[in-house]
């Protein structure tokens, strides 16, 4: 594999601006964005000599090998939006080692990582018991997983694979991903209004509330630090922070009451009594993403990541117990449920099996709090690009890969490719 024709190729697809359902059509259903990004990739996998499929734009792959089954690889090309503040061109620029530009690291040049890697091992003429496919998703940014709901229903589903958007070594799990909403009507809550957070999966930076005086109405505003919300202890909770004021004001709330009493500035769920831990993902985490004035209620918005052995049901009823006595109710808006295969099985151990002899890392696979498309069909783990002790830039400004990594993970892939294809 020339590595040029790597990087030129990447830097292509980086160039166009494919941000998921700006602007859908029934002929480009998650927008021109993506669309063009797709007919970019086909185009290419075509010059590369790698057979494709279209589904009139709903999904659409590419494919080696013959066999009954097929190895699923579930890379995405739409990226989040450039932003501001860059440094360095976000449609792909190589400066000294790195690689920069939107979709560097999630998921355009991982994509095209595997892309080649299918170009090698079809080259060589290795023999393959399972075809192996790359699907191209559309939609990955935006949550909704249209592509991947829409796939399942139509087409053929892998019997494994891996998504290649996440980390080194293999991920063999991802953690529950709740949100809940828990509410309180204005009136009752003994504040005026309250807004905080602009994300529920961040942990929020900026939190103003109003509250009622002797003397008229008073507005304070409290300041953290923002993270995401798996990893809520690299942030600073501006809204915990918020209820520590309204406590010191002397502001008499059963909402704040209630979140001194069973949130504070916890980060497991140990006074909601939901502090939950297994062996194979550690500890559930709690966020409390957002807080606002809505329709005459108050509401927070929590984000839960569970453990892979517990469930929605025993995460809301410690929730309904807490907030009961304080005339608080509790809603489950999303329950994506966690994934875990077994790490000592023949697809997590072949993996890791290739991981170690290209990088020489024993780092043991993991569980993360995350959530990748090894969610969207069973049997599909996360596996790459970043390695363990990398700076994470996905969604930042001058988002990079390191060169040397990027075509390390090549390798990778194309060695797991041959190993999956013919696991017994």
Known sequence: MDQQQFLDALCGLMAIESVAMTDPTLEMPYGS??????????????????RTVNRDGKTAWAEIGAGEEIVGILGHLDVVPVGEGWSHDPKGEVCGDRLYGRGAIDDKGP?????????????????????????????????????????????ELPVFGFTPDADFPALCGEKGILNFELSIPLAESGLLS???????????????????????????VTTGASAHASTPEKGENAISAMMDALIRRGVQSPLVDFYQAHIGYDLHGERLGCAFSDEESGQLTVNVGLARTEEARIVLSLDIRNPVTFT??????????????????????????????????????????????????????KVIGGGTYARAMPGIVAFGPMRPGRECTEHEKDEYILLDDLFQAQEIYRRTIEVLANLD
């Open 33 to 50: 964005g993506p669309a063009k990004a797709l007919d970019y990739v086909l185009d290419l996998c075509g010059k590369l000599g790698i």
């Open 111 to 155: 994509t095209l990582a595997a892309l080649f890697a299918m170009k090698d091992v079809q080259d060589a003429g290795v023999p393959l018991k399972r075809r192996i496919r790359l699907i191209f998703g559309q939609s990955e940014e935006t949550s909704r997983w249209d592509d991947m709901e829409w796939y399942k229903a139509h087409e």
């Open 194 to 220: 309250i807004q905080g957070g602009e994300a529920m999966n961040m942990v929020p930076a900026q939190c103003t509330a109003a509250f009622p005086e002797s003397d008229g109405p008073t507005a304070i």
């Open 312 to 365: 929605r049901q025993q995460v809301q009823s410690a929730l309904e117990t807490a907030c009961a006595p304080y005339g608080i109710t509790v809603e489950c808006v999303k329950d994506m449920p966690p994934v875990y295969m077994d790490k000592n099985g023949k697809v997590i151990q072949a993996m890791m099996e290739v991981y170690r002899s290209v990088t020489g890392d024993d780092s043991p696979p």
